[in-house]
């Protein structure tokens, strides 16, 4: 398949996100990243095909990770791209199991934690 | 006299008419009559309207004023009002209101104040012939118009603790009125008349409490969420720039080729300081809540073994792999929380290499062949000195006196503990200086219970919700009434046996008249103390004294408690001689048991306190702590950035992002360390005569990056010559915040700053285009740890607007929020004016840092 490699990067610290997509660029993923969860609806909307993961920050402004989540849920063409939660916020576990997202990771991320985690759901270019 | 229960009033008294009957039996003496009647009078009093104060008091009044033949009586008592204040009033009998009415209150004269101060009875013959009367000025005795009075008795009102709430007056114009029997029976009365307010009171002070504690709680379960809510803030605040650094830092180690070792090296520093910083801000999220919450647990299914290898690998990173020696034997089962058992083992490896001699490895043997418990050992060689150990366990120690530079908190064994006592087990340091050791023993159940709750612990679903909250207030009262209903009287012989009973006595103990007619009076006591001798003891002070009190456990037929207050009388015939014993007994239970519940309730609101001066102690430590490393850290980052001068342009690109991060969390902990001095009461003005339009533009200046990349058009309005003598980087700093918010809830959209002289003020208008700020926030908003949006969205400590307002507030201005009519928030603040700032203005400022230069009155426009 030739969307197995795209990964979505929702994270709206800039240095997060912008670093985010470098290292999984190197690691040969195209990572798109996205500011908030409206915006990572539009660029879901707006490109076909889906990626094979989206990596979802909780706290943002405009739409959060939990209202996005909810609204990708909504989506039948949406929902069932695998979603791994990441957020520097206390109790990201107990978070993530109420949005049933795949799995979680705590900020600071350790890179290969993240790694460890796309190479489960995509495979690289 | 107020018959607030009309039914329940007409049942008291026929049952009083009733005991009476039953009481005159048995007693069989005229002479007596009318004291029972009056003692009747007052129970009943009691009974019908016991919270009813002024009733009662009348009702004392009256029936002592009858039963002695005063030709009148007066009652003078202090009340507290529900807002605590303290009244003197007074009730009258046998003589119209009118009589005193133009006296005034008794002043504390050498004859009223043995009364007043509760020191003694005074019964006098005639009391113009007595050394204390007509001693003070200006009347020198009686005040013209007074009601003629020679027979004096005067018997303070004192509760059982000694309090004085007033005293009962009787004057006759005639001589000698007064006999020693008379005294008796109003210091009786005076007794129930002083429980008769007491209730009152605990009833008055109840409802205050109740209205005190009601806030409390609001403002407790508000500090509570806040409190979790702030954690969480902070750890997301400090954890974000941190792995953005840590982030770039990752990427920038694997850009740089490995041949290049000065520079991979300065990047591991690097990267081992950040992730050590994160270790302390784990290690303060953790010590607040152990602190407010206790440790929390979630006890799943794991296997140590893979626990413990975990911890091993995450704490020895960067060391041989031979430094830590793991002994285990297969699996470990059991039901443990193993993110955090993996921070408990992380702790001791950690400690262990740090302590350990370095030549010889950590040792980690599991014993995991005991079904019911665990035993780990990390050993390590160098032995710990005994007299630390203890110390060791202690938050912010760590066996120093304050933690140093590479050391750390100083948590992690205290941490550690805790959460080894989480899930039922502990850990034992031990040092053997023979053989030059430290073993750290934990001992685990094998498997784990969630941790029982502390009864009062800080945790809202503990705390009754509101409308519950004020039904048991309601329900409180009513039981309140009904204990002091519940009064039972019945005789006793000399002997001390029940010579008669009542119908309210077997409704509070639970014999019938035919089961305990002739059984000693112990038999109401409580059978470990020393029933008999405690009651024959008692008798007999009430033989002595006339009357005998006490507030103290007795005993129902059924064998249950109850807490009571008995009043046991002497009775005397006409003759002197003793015929027996009244006694009274009031069930308190229900009094006792809402004492009790105001005092948890203090419990309470002390803990409230004490979680709102942890959060405080909380930010200053997180700040002051994350100081020397965030600084080791900048240091790190300057040496890779030395170091890679000659760098491709994706290694610099990361540097700079480090960088970033880095500054972006040194401004926050700076930030922090502010608010905590402002929090804390400190903040010094230098006052300088400024221009607040300088100020602003300067501002406006640095934070032009910040605009440009929250997408946010700048339209400023600032007139000139606003001058007034204010702080400098103060009033920055209110730029700087309000600025600052209006781009984060209004990115996007327009901001607009705006300065000019309004009056006595120079004023600062910052507005954006964003949601606004709803009215019932408008004034919560500048509160400490406060934000006018959700958390789910924006981060941030809610204290920008604190300290702007703390700042203004110190000018001596003011800073109030609305929303502009067409939309966003409005924040203007205002700061007095000196006019004599124009003079004094000094020359340092040149023109060149106000930059831009617009003219005075016009409008510039910045966008990106």
């Known amino acids: 398949m030739s969307t197995t490699h795209r990964v979505l990067v929702v994270e709206d610290d800039e240095l997060i996100r912008e670093s985010l997509v470098d290292y999984l660029a190197d690691q040969g993923y195209q990572a798109v990243g996205a500011e908030n969860g409206q915006d990572a609806l539009e660029k879901l909307e707006?490109?076909?095909?889906?990626?094979?993961?989206?990596?979802?920050?909780?706290?943002?402004?405009?739409?959060?990770?939990?209202?996005?989540?909810?609204?990708?849920?909504?989506?039948?063409?949406?929902?069932?791209?695998?979603?791994?939660?990441m957020s520097a916020y206390r109790d990201v576990k107990v978070e993530a199991k109420t949005m049933k997202a795949s799995s979680c990771l705590s900020k600071p991320l350790k890179l290969a934690d993240l790694l460890q985690v796309v190479r489960q759901h995509c495979s690289a270019a | 006299m107020?018959?607030?229960?009309?039914?329940?009033?007409h049942e008291a008294e026929a049952e009083s008419s009733m005991e009476t009957a039953v009481l005159q039996d048995a007693i069989g003496t005229d002479g007596l009559e009318r004291e029972l009647e009056a003692l009747y009078r007052i129970t009943g009093s009691l009974s019908a309207s016991p919270l009813d104060l002024d009733a009662t008091v009348q009702e004392v009044t009256d029936v002592a004023t009858q039963a002695i033949e005063a030709g009148f009586g007066a009652f003078f008592y202090n009340v507290v009002n529900d807002q605590g204040e303290s009244y003197l009033l007074y009730s009258l009998s046998g003589v119209p209101k009118e009589a005193f009415a133009k006296f005034g209150l008794p002043r504390n004269t050498p004859l009223f104040h043995a009364t007043f101060s509760g020191e003694s009875i005074v019964r006098v013959d005639d009391v113009t012939k007595d050394p204390r009367y007509g001693k003070m000025a200006p009347h020198h005795g009686m005040p013209p118009g007074h009601l003629p009075v020679r027979s004096y008795l005067a018997v303070p009102v004192r509760s059982r603790r000694g309090t004085v709430f007033g005293g009962l007056f009787f004057g006759h114009a005639d001589t000698g009125r007064f006999t020693a029997r008379h005294e008796r029976l109003v210091s009786t009365i005076a007794a129930?008349?002083?429980?008769?307010?007491?209730?009152?009171?605990?009833?008055?002070?109840?409802?205050?409490?109740?209205?005190?504690?009601?806030?409390?709680?609001?403002?407790?379960?508000?500090?509570?969420?806040?409190?979790?809510?702030?954690?969480?803030?902070?750890?997301?605040?400090l954890r974000n720039p941190l792995g953005a650094m840590l982030t770039s830092g990752d990427l920038l180690a694997s850009k740089i080729p490995a041949s290049n070792e000065p520079e991979t090296k300065a990047v591991r520093r690097l990267l081992s300081s950040g992730w050590r910083m994160n270790r302390m801000v784990e290690q303060l999220l953790d010590f607040t809540r152990i602190r407010t919450q206790g440790m929390p647990l979630d006890p799943q299914p794991a296997n140590l073994a893979t626990i413990l290898q975990e911890a091993i690998d995450e704490s020895a990173a960067g060391q041989p792999p031979t430094s830590v020696v793991l002994r285990c034997q297969g699996d470990v089962l059991g039901t443990w929380d193993d993110d955090r058992l993996g921070q408990l083992f992380s702790n001791l490896v950690r400690n262990?290499?740090?302590?350990?001699?370095?030549?010889?490895?950590?040792?980690?043997?599991?014993?995991?062949?005991?079904?019911?418990?665990?035993?780990?050992?990390?050993?390590?060689?160098?032995?710990?000195?005994?007299?630390?150990?203890?110390?060791?366990?202690?938050?912010?120690?760590?066996?120093?006196?304050?933690?140093s530079k590479n050391k750390g908190l100083g948590l992690g064994l205290f941490i550690s503990l805790e959460i080894a006592r989480a899930h039922g087990g502990t850990i034992d340091l031990r040092a053997d200086e023979h053989g030059g050791t430290t073993i750290a023993t934990v001992t685990l159940p094998r498997h784990a219970e969630p941790p029982a709750p502390d009864p009062i612990t800080l945790t809202e679903d503990r705390l009754d919700p509101m409308p519950d909250h004020l039904w048991r207030a309601e329900e409180r009262n009513r039981l309140l009434m009904e204990s002091i209903r519940d009064y039972s009287i019945f005789m006793l012989d000399p002997e001390g046996r029940v010579a008669s009973w009542s119908p309210g006595a077997e409704r509070i103990h639970g014999y019938t008249a035919g089961e305990i007619v002739g059984k000693p009076v112990s038999i109401f006591y409580p059978p470990d103390a020393d029933a008999a001798a405690k009651a024959a003891a008692e008798l007999q002070k009430a033989m002595d004294l006339g009357r005998f009190e006490e507030e103290d456990w007795r005993i129902r037929k059924d064998g249950t408690r109850y807490w009571a207050s008995v009043i046991t009388i002497a009775m005397r015939d006409s003759t002197g001689r003793a015929i027996g014993f009244a006694t009274v007994t009031r069930d308190l239970t229900e009094r006792r048991k809402a004492e009790d519940a105001l005092s948890a309730e203090r419990v309470r609101s002390a803990r409230a306190e004490e979680a709102v001066r942890l959060r405080d102690e909380f930010l200053a430590l997180v700040s002051h702590e994350l100081r020397t490393p965030l600084a080791s850290l900048?240091?790190?980052?300057?040496?890779?950035?030395?170091?890679?001068?000659?760098?491709?342009?994706?290694?610099?690109?990361?540097?700079?992002?480090?960088?970033?991060?880095?500054?972006?969390?040194?401004?926050?902990?700076?930030?922090?360390?502010?608010?905590?001095?402002?929090?804390?009461?400190?903040?010094?003005?230098?006052?300088?005569?400024?221009d607040l339009g300088d100020i602003v533009r300067e501002t406006l200046e640095d934070l032009r990056g910040a605009i440009e990349r929250a997408g946010c058009d700048l339209l400023t309005h600032l007139d000139r010559s606003v001058l007034g003598r204010w702080d400098r980087v103060r009033v920055r700093q209110i730029v700087a915040n309000l600025v600052s918010n209006a781009i984060k809830y209004g990115a996007g959209r327009p901001v607009e700053v705006a300065t000019y002289a309004d009056g006595q003020y120079g004023v600062l208008e910052v507005r954006d285009h964003g949601k606004g700020i709803p009215?019932?926030?408008?004034?919560?908003?500048?509160?400490?740890?406060?934000?006018?949006?959700?958390?789910?969205?924006?981060?941030?400590?809610?204290?920008?607007?604190?300290?702007?307002?703390?700042?203004?507030?110190?000018?001596?201005?003011?800073?109030?929020?609305?929303?502009?009519?067409?939309?966003?928030?409005?924040?203007?603040?205002?700061?007095?004016?000196?006019?004599?700032?124009?003079?004094?203005?000094?020359?340092?400022?040149?023109?060149s840092l106000a930059c831009p230069p617009p003219t005075a009155s016009s409008s510039s426009r910045t966008t990106n």
């Open chain 1, 46 to 85: 707006a490109n076909d095909p889906p990626p094979c993961l989206i990596v979802l920050d909780l706290m943002m402004p405009v739409m959060d990770g939990p209202t996005f989540r909810e609204e990708q849920l909504r989506n039948p063409r949406l929902s069932d791209i695998p979603v791994v939660v």
């Open chain 2, 2 to 9: 107020d018959n607030a229960h009309p039914t329940c009033a």
């Open chain 2, 775 to 847: 009215e019932h926030e408008r004034e919560r908003i500048f509160g400490p740890f406060e934000r006018a949006a959700s958390i789910r969205n924006y981060g941030g400590l809610g204290l920008g607007l604190f300290v702007v307002q703390q700042i203004v507030a110190a000018h001596g201005g003011d800073v109030v929020a609305d929303n502009a009519t067409d939309g966003g928030a409005r924040l203007r603040v205002r700061l007095p004016l000196d006019p004599e700032a124009e003079m004094a203005r000094s020359p340092s400022l040149p023109e």
């Open chain 2, 634 to 690: 900048l240091i790190q980052l300057e040496a890779v950035r030395d170091k890679s001068d000659s760098c491709a342009p994706d290694v610099t690109l990361r540097i700079e992002r480090a960088a970033r991060s880095s500054q972006r969390l040194a401004a926050l902990v700076e930030s922090m360390l502010d608010a905590t001095s402002i929090i804390n009461g400190r903040l010094d003005l230098t006052r300088e005569p400024q």
């Open chain 2, 352 to 403: 262990a290499l740090h302590h350990g001699a370095s030549n010889a490895p950590v040792d980690v043997q599991v014993n995991g062949q005991d079904p019911a418990s665990i035993r780990v050992e990390v050993q390590n060689q160098g032995a710990v000195p005994g007299e630390l150990i203890p110390k060791l366990f202690e938050p912010f120690t760590g066996g120093q006196k304050r933690p």
């Open chain 2, 192 to 237: 129930y008349a002083a429980a008769a307010i007491e209730s009152s009171m605990v009833f008055r002070s109840m409802k205050r409490a109740e209205r005190a504690q009601s806030r409390l709680v609001a403002e407790l379960r508000e500090t509570v969420r806040m409190n979790d809510v702030f954690a969480g803030v902070l750890a997301h605040d």
